[in-house]
C-alpha cells in the first residue's frame, strides 16, 4: 500500500510521528436557532419550536405595548377612511351613470341635487358598520401582549421556501386570547399587525402625537355609535 499522498515532516523538525498533522476545519458559527437573541433583536429560527419559545417567553416592553396600541388606532381610522372613499366613489360612478341631470337651472336642479345628496349619505350610512366590523377598531388591553408575540412568531417564522414545514407549524400555533383561542394565522389575518411592524421594530422616542389622540377619540366615538345602534336596534 502507498503512502505518498500523505504529507512527510521536512527533515530536521522533530515531530511526533512521520507524517504532517492534518488540518480540521473548525464547525462554522451556528445561525439559526440560537438562544441568544433580544426581542429588538432575534435570531432566526430554523424550527417552530424555536419560533414558538422564543417568542413565547421573551419579555415584551411595555413600551412597545402602548405603540402597538397607538399605531394601530392610526391604521385602522385610516383604513375605515380608505374603504368608505372607496365604496363611496364606485356608488358616485354608478349613480351618475343611471341617472342624467336636467339641462336647464332651476327647481328641478335643485330637487335633483338634493336626491343626490340624500341618497349619498343614506348609503354612506348604510355601510359603516360593515366597514367597522371587518376588523377590531381596538385592542384589547389583555390581548396586546399576546397580539404582538403571535405577530412576532408570523414575521420571523422559519423562511418559507427553506423550511416550509416548519413555517405551516407556526402559522397553526394556538394563541390563547381573553376570550377566544386564535392561531397565529388568524391573529394574522383579524388584526393584521403586520401593518404596523414598526412600532415592534425599535422604541420611539417620546413625543406629543396629536393624531395618534385624534385616532383613538374618532374610534372611540365610533365604538360608541355602533353600541347605541345595537342598543336602539333591541327596540
Known amino acids: 500500500m502507498t503512502t505518498d499522498f500523505l504529507h512527510r515532516q521536512p527533515a530536521g523538525i522533530p515531530a511526533g510521528g512521520q507524517f504532517a498533522g492534518t488540518h480540521h ?7 439559526f436557532d440560537r438562544g441568544d437573541g433580544s426581542f429588538m433583536k432575534p435570531s432566526p429560527s ?14 415584551v416592553p411595555d413600551e412597545v405595548i402602548d405603540q402597538v396600541i397607538a399605531e394601530y388606532a392610526v391604521f385602522r381610522t385610516e383604513e375605515i377612511n380608505a374603504r368608505i372613499e372607496s365604496e363611496m366613489s364606485s356608488w358616485v360612478r354608478a349613480w351618475k ?21 340624500e341618497e349619498f349619505n343614506a348609503y354612506q350610512e348604510s355601510i359603516k358598520p360593515g366597514i367597522f366590523a371587518e376588523h377590531p377598531n381596538q385592542l384589547g388591553s389583555y390581548d396586546v401582549r399576546q397580539l404582538v408575540r403571535a ?18 407549524k407556526v402559522m397553526d400555533h394556538e ?24 412600532a415592534m421594530d425599535s422604541i420611539f422616542p417620546p413625543k406629543p402625537n396629536p393624531e395618534v389622540q385624534e385616532a383613538l377619540e374618532q374610534l372611540a366615538r365610533i365604538n360608541e355609535n355602533l353600541v347605541q345602534n345595537r342598543h336602539d336596534a333591541t327596540y
Open 25 to 31: 476545519a473548525e464547525s462554522p458559527v451556528r445561525l
Open 46 to 59: 430554523a424550527t417552530a419550536e424555536h419560533c414558538i419559545g422564543f417568542w413565547s417567553s421573551i419579555e
Open 97 to 117: 351613470a343611471e341617472n342624467i341631470p336636467p339641462k336647464r337651472e332651476g327647481r328641478e336642479l335643485d330637487r335633483f341635487q338634493a336626491r343626490y345628496t
Open 151 to 168: 405577530t412576532q412568531m408570523r414575521r420571523h417564522r422559519p423562511h418559507p421556501a427553506k423550511f416550509p414545514e416548519e413555517t405551516a
Open 175 to 198: 394563541i390563547e386570547l381573553f376570550d377566544e383561542v386564535l392561531t397565529v394565522g388568524e391573529i394574522d389575518e383579524k388584526y393584521r399587525l403586520t401593518n404596523v411592524a414598526r
